[in-house]
């Protein structure tokens, strides 16, 4: 495997207008508009890595039996680069994101992007594709590096020809309106990940096995699906993209722990920090969701909230479950989910100091 990867830049010959670039940044949504180019790589087991390249933002052509359309071996991640008040762009943590895929690389039997290359692509994209950056409010320009096994081969076995893909497209705040408490399903029926399989990694199995589950939520009414463990259906897990964590009546912040079926969110990992530098005692460890339901009826526990790259930190309203619902305190969030909220917010767009050294300046 190379270790001394480098990205050569080819310019896209035919960028989007100034007035079209423009038209998009004023209402961007969420993952629907890409800017000019991406960055690609590709991954031989004869050559390791090579050809890789930042180049015009377009269309991949693949054989009908490229392994992935058929066995899944693919990974992701989500990660952003913000714009600061004095115009310069940073991006959030992105060592724990090259940490991560390198990661689940290994559980999907892919070869490991070496992590100097996975963010010199990202800066790179990020640097040429500056001006698709957008500001105000709680814009970014959101980043989806991604791997698959491209091998047109049908045999079960790790792909022998890899690409690897870095793609931004500018997002706008998650919540238009401002933010929302919103409400949880509990499946009872379905898990996301089992002891052993690949919950930890991000590999798009995992999202697919949790749409049949929100779509159920969706048909009650709710916004967000929880997951418990596989095993005895008793331990909360994560909801289909994001982590959980929960506000006591003694201040104290509780998450599940890591078990080999949770994803390591980056946000997630961040909070551990934020609530300790706000004075909370916080802690890892197995929640019920007996503890949960018996916890918001009681009082015990006083707010719920779910937290991702793409909604950052959401309040949770209430879980519901096919016999019943609990709401969590008024059901409006809580000071101590709006105080890290706006912590977290206030770092990644340069309105407050960076202790943990978490912004990576880009241009």
Known sequence: ?????????????????????????????????FSDHMAIASWTKDKGWHDARITAFGPLELSPATSVFHYAQTIFEGMKAYRHPDDSIHMFRPEANAARFAKSARRLALPELPEAAFLESVKALVELD??????????????????????????????????????????????????????IWLSEEYTRAAPGGTGAAKTGGNYAASLLAQAEAIENGCDQVAFLD???????????GMNLYFV?????????????TILEGVTRDSILKLVTDLGHSVAERKISVDEWRDGAASGKIR???????????????????KDGEVQ???GNGGP????????????QYGRAADPHNWMTKVC
């Open 336 to 347: 101590v989910t709006a105080a890290v909220r706006s912590a977290l917010l206030d770092v």
């Open 130 to 183: 500056q001006a698709w950056v957008p500001s105000g409010g709680e814009t970014s320009l959101y980043l989806r590096p991604f791997m698959f096994g491209s091998d047109p081969f049908l045999g079960v076995r790790p792909s022998a020809q890899v690409t690897y893909c870095a793609i931004a497209s500018p997002a706008g705040s998650y919540f238009s309106g401002g933010v929302k408490p919103v409400r």
């Open 328 to 330: 969590v305190a008024d």
């Open 230 to 240: 596989a095993i005895e259906k008793k331990w909360v897990e994560e909801l289909g």
């Open 1 to 33: 495997m190379s270790s001394d990867l480098q990205f050569t830049v080819e310019p896209n010959t035919q960028p989007a207008s100034d007035d079209q670039r423009a038209s998009t940044l004023e209402n961007p949504g969420f993952g629907q508009n």
């Open 303 to 321: 707010e719920v909230f779910a937290c991702g790259t793409a909604a950052v930190i959401t309040p949770v309203a209430s879980l519901k479950w």
């Open 248 to 260: 006591l009546d003694d201040n104290s912040v509780v998450t599940p722990e890591l078990s080999g």
